[in-house]
């Protein structure tokens, strides 16, 4: 009897990343998702650090089984940028907890052969691409095999920050000689990191019009809307029990009765890395309610797409007319948008996009800022204008989300695969000894 509830065929590109561990318990543990393998790039850190990293992280996760390959360790034409600011060293700094990798990375053949070879082994239509990273190795994944374009459901990837009242969500700002300025890039004034990094590839993905068709990019814009608060920090590391069919007797609590137990390795490893993430951004970016959590709401936006949860990933914004601090431009008056459409029943906003590509990778934080139009906009993403008809209608475009209604059912779906991932690591000996 066939499954009436096939799963998702999802490779993820990654470069771990706090942010990018929560990714991947998503795609590990969502019972609707099949995780074909994982692919590292430089980003974060180092391609060594990336792919030690993902090693470690599936182990932690109890799953070394899900092949890794190593990728790309710098972009084409640039030298290797890495977020140790906000990531540390190794690119996961903030944890002792994190195990000794009990499998290697597979060397056999490159990491683009490999994505090739596991997206054309399932079916036309059902396999996704999510990158949550440098965009390196998907760029040369869709150049050197550009059969894959038609073959794939989709690709989704974040990365990018548009501004200009794209969203009201709070972008951050940066301590400029005791005066913070508002921004709308998290590397540069006008740049997000993954984009930034190897702004070619960004351009060569987002410019291609059949694979923008196929297209969903989740900018800072979006991802700001989701922040890790100190509330999501204490339900991490312990859960809510369920609730008692009964009351207890004597007026005593449940906590009382039955005191919670302490966290597990995992959790506490996860509310570390989380801790440390929260850190950085409020020391970096001025953002104190707790950081965005990017990475996983480029597989969650997958799961809305498709039905299997509803997240509400919408295509319009409340605050559309309000323009960014950091931007005077609108997207959404310079597309020729009012900003009213709804998205619904498959049919969503396209934008086309382009990234600017002109300009040298600064060496220094004060370098990376600079006036609009001035030689520090590489890595910018720019909406140029809607898309009429969007896709299946010959329209293309990518599609850009602006807004998550339901945030909660997101920490509530993660939440549960941690859970999950908990389970699935008893009996492997994977935090023997703690």
Request: proline share 8%; hydrophobic share 40%.
């Amino acid at each position: 009897m066939a499954d009436p509830s096939p799963k998702i065929p999802l490779w993820l590109d990654c470069d771990p990343g706090h942010d990018d561990a929560f990714a991947l318990v998503l795609s590990l543990y969502h019972p609707r998702i099949h995780l074909l393998g994982v692919s590292t790039v430089h980003g974060n850190a180092s391609l060594a650090s990336t792919t030690a990293n993902a090693l470690s992280l599936l182990t932690a996760f109890g799953r070394p089984d899900v092949p890794v390959y190593p990728g790309a360790a710098k972009p084409f034409c640039r030298g290797a940028v890495h977020a140790e600011d906000i990531h540390g060293k190794t690119g996961l700094d903030g944890t002792s907890l994190l195990p000794t990798p009990t499998s290697a990375a597979k060397t056999e053949k490159s990491a683009i052969l490999a994505m090739r070879d596991a997206l054309l082994a399932q079916e036309l239509g059902t396999a996704w691409v999510v990158a949550t990273g440098t965009l390196t190795n998907v760029a040369l994944l869709f150049a050197v095999f550009p059969e894959l374009v038609a073959h794939i459901g989709g690709l989704s990837i974040m990365g990018g920050a548009i501004g200009g009242g794209f969203t009201d969500a709070p972008m951050g700002k940066v301590d400029g000689d005791g005066v913070w300025r508002g921004r709308v890039g998290n590397w540069s004034e006008w740049a997000e990191f993954n984009v930034y990094c190897d702004p070619e590839s960004a351009h060569s993905l987002l410019s291609n019009p059949a694979l923008a068709a196929k297209t969903t990019l989740i900018p800072l814009d979006l991802t700001h809307q989701v922040l890790a608060t100190q509330t999501v920090l204490d339900s991490l590391l312990h859960p809510s029990p369920h609730p008692s069919p009964s009351p207890p007797s004597n007026h005593h609590s449940p906590q009382d009765i039955n005191p919670p137990s302490p966290p597990s390795p995992l959790r506490t490893m996860l509310h570390s890395l989380l801790s440390f993430f929260a850190h950085t951004y409020a020391t970096v970016f001025g953002i104190t309610q707790g950081p965005p959590l990017h990475d996983p709401l480029a597989v969650a936006v997958i799961l809305d797409v498709l039905g299997v949860e509803e997240f509400g990933f919408s295509d319009t914004s409340h605050s559309l007319d309000a323009p960014d601090s950091s931007d005077s431009s609108n997207p959404s008056e310079s597309s020729g948008s009012s900003g009213s459409s709804e998205s619904g029943a498959g049919v969503h906003v396209r934008y086309e996009v382009q990234v600017i590509t002109d300009g040298a990778h600064a060496l220094l934080v004060e370098d990376r800022e600079g006036e609009e139009g001035g030689k520090n906009e590489v890595g910018r993403t720019v909406v140029v204008r809607e898309v009429r008809g969007g896709k299946g209608k010959g329209g293309g475009g990518v599609r850009i989300p602006r807004g998550i209604r339901k945030v909660e059912r997101f920490w509530e779906v993660l939440f549960e695969c941690v859970a999950r991932a908990e389970e699935g690591t008893r009996g492997k000996g994977v935090w023997e000894g703690w």
